[in-house]
């Protein structure tokens, strides 16, 4: 694994580094993690239950299988940017999320960028979680929906939301009144679970796919949004025209059961490249 990687990668929004620590807030607890030669160093507060490290991390996948099938795939098919994807970000792993926390966030996300996505939790964690403190760094826990349903659409607003500030009360106060039991769509079919999704307030295909696939196992979701749209048009469509429909049915065509590794690796690979290399 690396941690660079996996936890830089625009998945989650509650992670830094200093270079040797990466520092996150996961929930309710502050945690720490390094890769030392033992393997993976974890320290939290409070105690993290057992298993939710591998849990997390998702290491119970087979990411040298994963990478295997999808070196084979563009071997085959001659895809020279999941090529470089994986050669540069190989060890990048999936995490499972917390499903109440990955829907908040990803409805943050909407029409916005990482950095600003980071700003906004992080003052409605401030301003709605519970304080938390780890080797002497101060943060937050992710609210409650009741936290969030008592603050209101203006108490949120008041976090940088914006619009997104009424569909996040709107959210935590159906989940409060049992309306929807995010966890309960685990179990549920991919695209049972996706439209139960889009039946929130705020919550489109990208969000729905965005939650599904990390937090909800659907790992055969392939989320798409406008960049993601304007990316794909740009790499693999020849600048033709194409709706974030067609993208996300063709990702999930053309990268079979790698699709969901595949679309993290390609997203982390072109966000790092010179926007006059995509749109010249």
């Given amino acids: ?47 993290l239950k057992a298993g939710f490290i591998r849990s997390y991390f998702r290491l119970d996948d087979d990411l040298d299988a994963i990478i295997a099938g999808m070196t084979r795939h563009f071997r085959e098919k001659g895809d020279r940017h999941l090529k470089e994807a994986v050669q540069r970000y190989r060890g990048l792993r999936l995490l499972r999320q917390d499903p109440w926390e990955c829907l908040v966030s990803y409805v943050t996300s909407i029409v916005s960028n990482i950095p600003k996505i980071t700003r906004c939790i992080e003052k409605m964690s401030r301003k709605y979680g519970t304080r938390l403190e780890l080797d002497g760094r101060e943060t937050y826990s992710f609210p409650s929906p ?21 569909y996040i009360s709107e959210l935590a106060g159906e989940v409060v009144s049992r309306q929807i039991d995010i966890g309960a769509l685990r179990s549920a ?41 304007r990316v794909a048009r740009r790499l693999f469509f020849d600048d033709r025209p194409v709706s974030v429909r067609i993208v996300r049915e063709w990702g999930m065509e053309k990268y079979g059961p790698y699709a ?3 679309q993290e690796y390609l997203f982390h690979y072109v966000r790092h490249l010179p926007a006059e290399s995509l749109f010249p």
């Fill in 1 to 47: 694994m690396e941690l660079d990687h996996t936890l830089g990668c625009g998945q989650a929004f509650r992670w830094s580094s200093d270079g040797c620590w990466h520092f996150g807030t996961v929930c309710s607890a502050a945690l720490k993690v390094r890769l030392t030669p033992e393997g993976l160093e974890c320290r939290s507060s409070p105690p």
């Fill in 146 to 166: 009741e936290a969030l349903a008592a603050a209101g659409a203006q108490g949120l607003k008041d976090c940088e939301l914006g619009f997104r500030g009424r």
């Fill in 189 to 229: 079919a991919y695209p049972d679970a996706r439209k139960a999704l889009m039946q929130l307030m705020g919550v489109g295909e990208k969000v729905a796919d965005c939650v599904s696939l990390f937090s909800l196992d659907k790992l055969e979701a392939f989320p798409v949004d406008r960049w993601v749209q």
């Fill in 260 to 262: 969901r590794y595949a």
